[in-house]
């Protein structure tokens, strides 16, 4: 396996072409990607019917001191309910990024449920930068138990927030997007080149990415945050509708437009790998391997 070149583009990244060309990528690919989609979607929708709560309810743990193991079982229940999707969308992924970068474009293949050692790499490291980006949330952790100490020492300023609709939406606001999500976003943004280069048989590592995206940081950061933040909402959407009386069919409906702009999003991944690292499938673009 080799290691791919570092050489950092000072270029911007041309976000609105970028997007425009991953969605003409996933409506081309349309027919061969359906069967992955319909797969992915209803093995998803079957993980957000899993309550875990049920099984720490009935062992009565809810009320314990230990409240750490209550989370950690709460993790557990949940990494192991998603991981048939999580695959699905591994192979789906890689397909989608090798089309991209080697076919350039090409017919991705339909629906072949096969899983190799570079499916279970590129499974790796989806927990490693989704793990590594999520402590980044920990500081607006932080900040809200803040912002819960002041208001239990002053109850004036808790009335203030409860009972004005607009403080309470300007602070919501800002603690989401500002102080849990964009922090994520941004280093998710700057590690995610890690993927298109592990589904193209290269040796991928985090200063790697970090370093390629060295003036893009921001760019990558929309790029990669913008479906995630229009797909994730979608389920405050679905009360407005009369769907938040059926939770299975709320389940199915956000996890089947979850897998239909999954396509959108890997190859919006893969154009801006394409273009930070002015990859050429024809060209040797990487260096002798490196020792671990």
């Known amino acids: 396996m080799n290691t791919l070149q570092l050489n950092p583009s000072p270029k911007p990244l041309k976000v609105l072409p970028i997007t425009r060309e991953a969605f003409s990528f996933a409506w081309d690919q349309r027919r061969a990607l359906w069967g992955w989609i319909v797969v992915g ?7 957000d019917l899993v309550d875990p709560f049920v099984k720490i309810e009935e062992e009565g743990e809810v009320d ?102 607009w403080i309470k939406t300007l602070a919501e606001f800002l603690f989401m997007y500002g102080v849990f999500l964009s922090p994520f976003l941004y280093i998710l943004g700057r590690w995610s080149l890690v993927f298109p280069a592990i589904a193209i048989d290269h040796r991928p590592s985090l200063s790697w990415s970090w370093k390629q995206t ?9 790029l990669v945050g913008f479906l995630l933040l229009i797909v994730g909402n979608l389920k405050h959407v679905l009360p407005f509708i009369g769907l938040s009386e059926f939770p299975m ?14 396509p959108v999003e890997v190859a919006v991944i893969s154009f801006a790998f394409r273009e930070l690292t002015n990859w050429n499938s024809s060209a040797s673009l990487f260096s002798h391997p490196v020792e671990a």
Not at 133 to 144: C, E, M, S, V
Not at 214 to 222: C, E, I, P, S, T
Request: overall charge positive.
């Open 41 to 47: 979607a209803f093995l998803s929708g079957l993980t």
């Open 64 to 165: 314990a001191w230990p409240n750490v193991l209550m989370v950690m079982q709460y993790c557990s229940i949940i990494f192991l309910a998603s991981t048939p999707s999580t695959l699905v969308f591994v192979m789906l992924a890689i397909n989608c990024h090798r089309s991209i970068l080697i076919d350039n474009g090409g017919k991705c293949p339909n629906l072949r449920l096969i899983f190799a050692s570079g499916e279970w790499r590129f499974f790796a490291w989806i927990i490693v930068v989704y793990t590594g980006a999520f402590l980044f949330i920990f500081p607006g952790i932080t900040l809200i138990g803040i912002g819960a100490l002041a208001g239990f020492f002053s109850p004036e300023m808790d009335n203030v927030y409860l009972n004005s609709v």
């Open 214 to 222: 060295k003036h893009n940081g921001w760019r990558m950061a929309v």
């Open 249 to 262: 069919f709320s389940s199915y409906i956000s996890s089947f437009v979850w897998f239909i702009f999954t």
